[in-house]
């Protein structure tokens, strides 16, 4: 324990001495992840199709807010379905109004999750977003994960349905246009997600907020559970049980995610709990403080003590002494 402890403090200390550089990496990562993901996902639009195209949007995004990546990938998005269809465009760009609406809103201050939920999405472990999100913040920021849920699927969707969106015959456009409403609009997958992430954003939330002992292990765990049971019930109702391994496997990567969310954020040493109570002229206080569990730094101060080395002269001894001089001959 006392390893990860240090371990722990170690990174604190080299991301508050290098914050600005640590946050760049972060978002370039991020950005080329997310561009190529677009990219591999779409392809439409040749042009944009290169990956000189993503490392350059990551790497601008890298200096910018992290909602400049927000509108970057939804840009890059409607550019790559353009070239695809117009109306898939038309529904696509509606879509993002909306969302961005209702982020703007009341989730600005969380663009990484926006970003995250459908990266994650794509490699199928998306359990990890609301129950994290449940530990780290309030009810409003669950719209960033609902948001990046809701583009996530209707690309998918688009990808899923090409053959629809490519016809070429004349008067086809209101049948296109139909066609990615009812792709949007009738995406029962869809609902069961956004459903599973606000109970289990909430259920989390709230028992995370309580006073009890090891609150935040108790709600990451139950959140898990619920998560996890209204996902597999979800998937059996709608017919696809090839989805249930991953619920699977994305619950026990999302549990291992928020032990180490735990570990970094609420590491608290429940053995040594104070309980505090005082007044004042219209209240009394309860107050129960859990102190955390940090590593003493060891000041180690080494004093090294050097003898002076000095040579006496035969007249200073005879002086300091009265000695004859005949003596010292």
Same mark, same amino acid.
């Given at each position: /324990?006392?390893?990860?402890?240090?371990?722990?403090?170690?990174?604190?200390?080299?991301?508050?001495?290098?914050?600005?550089?640590?946050?760049?990496?972060?978002?370039?990562?991020?950005?080329?992840?997310?561009?190529?993901?677009?990219?591999?996902?779409?392809?439409?639009?040749?042009?944009?199709?290169?990956?000189?195209?993503?490392?350059?949007?990551?790497?601008?995004?890298?200096?910018?807010?992290?909602?400049?990546?927000?509108?970057?990938?939804?840009?890059?998005?409607?550019?790559?379905?353009?070239?695809?269809?117009?109306?898939?465009?038309?529904?696509?760009?509606?879509?993002?109004?909306?969302?961005?609406?209702?982020?703007?809103?009341?989730?600005?201050?969380?663009?990484?999750?926006?970003?995250?939920?459908?990266?994650?999405?794509?490699?199928?472990?998306?359990?990890? /977003?609301?129950?994290?999100?449940?530990?780290?913040?309030?009810?409003?920021?669950?719209?960033?994960?609902? #948001?990046?849920? /809701?583009?996530?699927?209707?690309?998918?969707?688009?990808?899923?349905?090409?053959?629809?969106?490519?016809?070429?015959?004349?008067?086809?456009?209101?049948?296109?246009?139909?066609?990615?409403?009812?792709?949007?609009?009738?995406?029962?997958?869809?609902?069961?997600?956004?459903?599973?992430?606000?109970?289990?954003?909430?259920?989390?939330?709230?028992?995370?907020?309580?006073?009890?002992?090891?609150?935040?292990?108790?709600?990451?765990?139950?959140?898990?559970?619920?998560?996890?049971?209204?996902?597999?019930?979800?998937?059996?109702?709608?017919?696809?049980?090839?989805?249930?391994?991953?619920?699977?496997?994305?619950?026990?990567? #999302?549990?291992?995610?928020?032990?180490?969310?735990?570990?970094?954020?609420?590491?608290?040493?429940? #053995?040594?709990?104070?309980?505090?109570?005082?007044?004042?002229?219209?209240?009394?206080?309860?107050?129960?403080?859990?102190?955390?569990?940090?590593?003493?730094?060891?000041?180690?101060?080494?004093?090294?003590?050097?003898?002076?080395?000095?040579?006496?002269?035969?007249?200073?001894?005879?002086?300091?002494?009265?000695?004859?001089?005949?003596?010292?001959?």
């Amino acid at each position: /324990m006392t390893g990860l402890l240090e371990i722990r403090e170690k990174l604190r200390n080299f991301y508050g001495r290098y914050e600005v550089y640590v946050t760049a990496g972060v978002k370039f990562l991020l950005g080329v992840v997310t561009f190529f993901l677009i990219n591999i996902q779409l392809g439409y639009r040749e042009q944009l199709n290169q990956p000189a195209v993503a490392l350059l949007l990551a790497l601008a995004c890298s200096f910018l807010p992290i909602n400049i990546m927000v509108v970057a990938a939804c840009a890059l998005i409607l550019l790559h379905l353009s070239a695809l269809s117009l109306e898939v465009c038309a529904i696509g760009l509606c879509l993002m109004i909306l969302l961005f609406f209702l982020y703007g809103r009341f989730a600005p201050k969380h663009g990484y999750a926006a970003i995250l939920t459908p990266v994650l999405c794509f490699f199928r472990i998306p359990q990890v /977003m609301p129950v994290s999100e449940g530990l780290l913040h309030g009810p409003s920021a669950y719209l960033s994960v609902v #948001s990046g849920a /809701m583009v996530y699927f209707y690309v998918e969707g688009v990808k899923t349905n090409i053959v629809n969106f490519t016809s070429v015959e004349e008067g086809e456009g209101t049948a296109k246009f139909t066609a990615a409403l009812k792709m949007l609009v009738g995406n029962k997958e869809m609902y069961l997600f956004i459903a599973t992430f606000l109970v289990t954003s909430l259920v989390v939330y709230a028992i995370r907020r309580q006073s009890v002992n090891f609150a935040w292990r108790i709600g990451l765990v139950v959140g898990n559970l619920v998560q996890m049971v209204i996902l597999l019930s979800g998937y059996v109702l709608l017919g696809m049980p090839e989805r249930i391994l991953w619920v699977l496997v994305g619950t026990a990567i #999302s549990v291992a995610v928020c032990l180490i969310l735990e570990f970094f954020f609420y590491n608290l040493d429940y #053995s040594r709990i104070e309980r505090v109570q005082f007044e004042d002229d219209e209240y009394y206080y309860f107050v129960k403080a859990v102190p955390k569990v940090y590593l003493a730094r060891k000041d180690k101060r080494v004093k090294r003590i050097t003898p002076k080395k000095t040579t006496v002269s035969r007249r200073q001894l005879e002086e300091d002494f009265d000695i004859d001089r005949n003596l010292l001959h």
